[in-house]
């Protein structure tokens, strides 16, 4: 049967294991999300801190580098996408830690017409276009189409939808990795319980055969 020191042993390094795990607070992580043509984000660290420091690379799908960027005080970031194909986002830190995060070619394709190009960023989802308002006899169809169809028009309305909702995907993305830290913390508080009631078994054991 194995000593009381060498529990503890297995004990502390299993712990110490765990406390390595990359699920805990020093976890670097990345997100980032598509805004128009521009793909925004920010790298951090999983108990929340932000990785300032951190270099951000911007890669295409074949893995070719098409951008480095650095975060700013608070580890955002930002670049503008030159064609609505996937990309991949990845966090590097001095000590050689890294995380990504894909944004995917749909997500871009509302900063992006038809033909690929670059949709202007001054359109106002609540201008209405003047000629619309400035014909009074033009026909329902015509003031529906210069409405509904004008890809600026579109594309703004798209962007302020991606505004509201990033907030969102950030608190989600953060607090998913809260509870990782948690299901771990709890894991090491589980496996020093077990560790101490075996000890006081095998202690309780001594007793009684003496």
Same mark, same amino acid.
């Given at each position: 049967?194995?000593? $009381?020191?060498?529990?503890?042993?297995?004990?502390?390094?299993?712990?110490?294991?765990?406390?390595?795990?990359?699920?805990?607070?020093?976890?670097?992580?990345?997100?980032?999300?598509?805004?128009?043509?521009?793909?925004?984000?920010?790298? @951090?660290?999983?108990?929340?801190?932000?990785?300032?420091?951190?270099?951000?690379?911007?890669?295409?799908?074949?893995?070719?580098?098409?951008?480095?960027?650095?975060?700013?005080?608070?580890?955002?970031?930002? @670049?503008?996408?030159?064609?609505?194909?996937?990309?991949?986002?990845?966090?590097?830190?001095?000590?050689?830690?890294?995380?990504?995060?894909?944004?995917?070619?749909?997500?871009?394709?509302?900063?992006?017409?038809?033909?690929?190009?670059?949709?202007?960023?001054?359109?106002?989802?609540?201008?209405?276009?003047?000629?619309?308002?400035?014909?009074?006899?033009?026909?329902?169809?015509?003031?529906?189409?210069?409405?509904?169809?004008?890809?600026?028009?579109?594309?703004?309305?798209?962007?302020?939808?991606?505004?509201?909702?990033?907030?969102?995907?950030?608190?989600?993305?953060?607090?998913?990795?809260?509870? $990782?830290?948690?299901?771990?913390?709890?894991?090491?508080? @589980?496996?020093?319980?077990?560790?101490?009631?075996?000890?006081?078994?095998?202690?309780?054991?001594?007793?009684?055969?003496?």
């Amino acid at each position: 049967m194995p000593s $009381r020191r060498g529990t503890l042993r297995l004990a502390a390094t299993i712990a110490l294991s765990m406390l390595g795990s990359p699920a805990l607070a020093h976890k670097l992580q990345v997100f980032a999300f598509a805004e128009g043509p521009r793909i925004g984000g920010s790298a @951090y660290f999983a108990g929340g801190g932000a990785a300032s420091g951190a270099r951000i690379e911007v890669l295409d799908a074949d893995g070719a580098k098409l951008a480095e960027l650095a975060p700013d005080g608070e580890g955002r970031f930002v @670049y503008s996408a030159q064609a609505p194909v996937d990309h991949l986002i990845r966090a590097i830190t001095g000590d050689g830690h890294q995380a990504e995060w894909r944004v995917s070619a749909a997500e871009l394709a509302a900063g992006f017409g038809s033909q690929g190009t670059v949709v202007g960023d001054g359109a106002n989802p609540d201008q209405i276009p003047v000629s619309v308002i400035a014909d009074p006899d033009a026909s329902t169809a015509a003031r529906r189409s210069a409405v509904d169809l004008d890809p600026a028009l579109e594309s703004a309305i798209e962007r302020a939808v991606a505004r509201q909702i990033r907030p969102l995907r950030e608190q989600l993305v953060a607090a998913q990795d809260r509870v $990782r830290l948690q299901d771990i913390l709890g894991g090491i508080g @589980y496996i020093i319980g077990l560790t101490g009631l075996a000890l006081w078994w095998k202690s309780r054991r001594r007793s009684n055969s003496a």
